[in-house]
C-alpha cells in the first residue's frame, strides 16, 4: 500500500474545498464521479482513490457502508495499479476474513493440468475477483494455448454490448467499453484475445433472471450460430457455482446446450490462510477442496492464484516482453499527487479514451518507473489529480 497518498490530500485544493458530510453518498458513485473529473471521454486512475480516502472517517462511522467502502477501495486501487493494496483494502472486510486452516501440503502448479482438461471441454469459465487483476491475468496468460487447442470466442462479463461492434472494428477498449475493462490489465487481456484471433462476446445483462439470460445471450452469440464453437467465459465471482441447488449462469448453460462446462474458480482459495501457502512463490495453484473447508461454490477446479503483478506491462509473461525504465523529469514532478498513463501511441491518438496499458502512481520522490512492455511505439503521461497533464513522452520499445 502507500500510505503517503493520504498525507497529500490537504495539499491538493479540489479536495480541500470539498465539505465531509455525515453521510457521505454511495462509495462506487462518489468515486463514479472523480472519475470523469478530466479531459472529456478519458478516466481519471487518481481521484477516485484520493477521495474515497478522505472520505474514510465518515464511510466507517455507519457499519451499513464498511463493506461496500472497502469493496471500492479495492476495485479503485486495481484500476489505478495499487497492486499491493487491493489485498489490504479487501482484508478489511469483515466478510473476506482469512479462514483458519491446519497445515496443508503444497500444492502443485496449476496451468499445466488446467490445459490438460481445456482441450477435452468446449465451454471453460473462469471466475475473477473484480477487485483483483491477477484472474484476469492468469486467463490472458493462457489464450495462446487455448487458441492452439481450438477455442475462438472469449466472452466476458464486464463487457458493455453497446460497444462490442466498435471494439471488434478497433482492437482495443476505450472507457465506454465498460467499468472494469478500464482496469489496465483487463485492457490488455482484450487486445492479447483480440491479437490472436479470438471473437470478444458481451453476455451480461441486468434483467429480472440474470443468471439465466447470461446464459441465453452467450449461448446466442457462440454455440447458437456455430455448434462445435470453443468457448472461454470471464465471469465473477458465483456465476460459475455449479451446486446441484444453484440457478446461474454455468447451471444454465448445461441445461440449455447439454454441455457441462469446465469451471474453473479463482476466489475461493484466497479467503484462505494456511502457514503453509504463505511461502509459495509467485505463480498460480490447484488446491484441493478439502483444503476450503468453507467453500461457498461448487466447481471442477479450484485455483490459488498467487501471481504477482508488480513491474508487469501487457506482457502476461510473453518472453519478448522487454523491461524498460522511464525517467521522469525533475521539473514535471512538482504537482502531487501524480499518476503515470501508458498508452499504445497509435490507439491514443486514435482515440483520447484508449485504455492505458499501464498505470502507476508514483511515490513521493519517485523519479523512475519500471514496466514490461511488449515492443511497439508507446505515449507515457503524467497527470495529477484533476486530470492535469503534467509531461508527455513518446517512447519504442524494442
Same mark, same amino acid.
Given at each position: ?6 498525507? @497529500? ?20 458513485? $462518489? ?10 471521454? #478519458?478516466?481519471? /486512475?487518481?481521484? *477516485?482513490?484520493? !477521495? ?50 491446519? *497445515? ?25 475477483? %473484480? ?28 463487457? +458493455?454490448?453497446? +460497444?462490442?461492434?466498435? $471494439?471488434?472494428?478497433?482492437?482495443? *477498449?476505450?472507457?465506454? #467499453?465498460?467499468? /472494469?475493462?478500464? !482496469? ?14 479470438? %471473437?470478444?462476446? =458481451? ?33 465473477? %465471482?458465483?456465476?460459475?457455482?455449479? #451446486? ?32 503453509? @501457502? ?15 473447508? +468453507? ?22 509473461? &510473453? ?11 525533475? &521539473? #514535471?514532478?512538482? =504537482? ?44 507515457? !503521461?503524467?497527470? &495529477? ?14
Amino acid at each position: 500500500m502507500k500510505p503517503q497518498l493520504t498525507g @497529500w490530500l490537504l495539499g491538493i485544493a479540489l479536495l480541500a474545498a470539498a465539505v465531509t458530510v455525515a453521510e457521505p453518498e454511495n462509495p462506487f458513485a $462518489l468515486a463514479g464521479k472523480a472519475v470523469r473529473v478530466g479531459p472529456a471521454g #478519458s478516466v481519471n /486512475y487518481l481521484l *477516485p482513490l484520493l !477521495e474515497l480516502r478522505r472520505q474514510r472517517p465518515a464511510y466507517l462511522r455507519n457499519a451499513a457502508d464498511i463493506g461496500t467502502y472497502w469493496q471500492a477501495m479495492a476495485t479503485f486501487a486495481a484500476m489505478a495499479g495499487e497492486l499491493d493494496s487491493i489485498a489490504y483494502y479487501w482484508r478489511q472486510n469483515d466478510g473476506h476474513t482469512p479462514l483458519a486452516t491446519g *497445515p496443508v501440503v503444497a500444492p502443485p502448479p496449476a496451468v499445466a493440468t488446467i490445459l490438460a482438461q481445456t482441450q477435452h471441454r468446449q465451454v471453460v469459465m473462469f471466475n475473477e475477483e %473484480h477487485t483483483q487483476p491477477r484472474g484476469r491475468w492468469l486467463v490472458g496468460s493462457l489464450l495462446p494455448a487455448l487458441y492452439q487447442q481450438g477455442f475462438r470466442y472469449l466472452a466476458l462479463e464486464a463487457l +458493455d454490448a453497446v +460497444d462490442s461492434a466498435g $471494439l471488434r472494428q478497433r482492437g482495443y *477498449p476505450v472507457a465506454a #467499453s465498460g467499468f /472494469y475493462t478500464n !482496469e489496465p490489465h483487463f485492457g490488455n487481456l482484450i487486445r492479447r484475445a483480440q491479437q490472436l484471433g479470438f %471473437h470478444i462476446v =458481451a453476455y451480461d445483462t441486468m434483467s429480472a433472471d440474470r443468471e439465466r439470460d447470461e446464459a441465453r445471450n452467450l449461448l446466442a452469440a457462440t454455440l447458437g450460430p456455430h455448434p462445435g464453437a470453443r468457448v472461454v467465459v470471464l465471469a465473477g %465471482h458465483g456465476h460459475l457455482n455449479e #451446486s446441484s441447488t444453484a440457478q446461474t449462469m454455468a447451471t444454465w448453460v448445461r441445461k440449455l446446450s447439454g454441455i457441462d462446462p469446465l469451471t474453473i474458480e479463482q476466489t475461493q482459495a484466497a479467503l484462505t490462510d494456511p502457514p503453509g @501457502w504463505r511461502t509459495l512463490p509467485p505463480g498460480a495453484y490447484l488446491v484441493p477442496p478439502a483444503s476450503l473447508p +468453507d467453500r461457498a461454490l461448487t466447481c471442477d477446479l479450484y485455483v490459488l492464484n498467487r501471481l504477482r503483478l508488480a513491474e508487469t506491462g501487457n506482457g502476461f509473461g &510473453d518472453p519478448a516482453a522487454r523491461t524498460t525504465r522511464l525517467a521522469l523529469p525533475a &521539473d #514535471s514532478l512538482r =504537482a502531487a499527487p501524480q499518476v503515470m498513463l501508458v498508452y499504445w501511441q497509435r490507439e491514443k491518438q486514435a482515440q483520447p479514451g484508449a485504455v492505458p496499458v499501464a498505470v502507476y502512481c508514483l511515490r513521493p520522490n519517485e523519479t523512475t518507473v519500471r514496466l514490461a512492455l511488449m515492443p511497439g511505439t508507446y505515449l507515457a !503521461e503524467l497527470r &495529477d489529480a484533476p486530470g492535469r497533464r503534467c509531461w508527455q513522452r513518446t517512447f519504442p520499445v524494442k
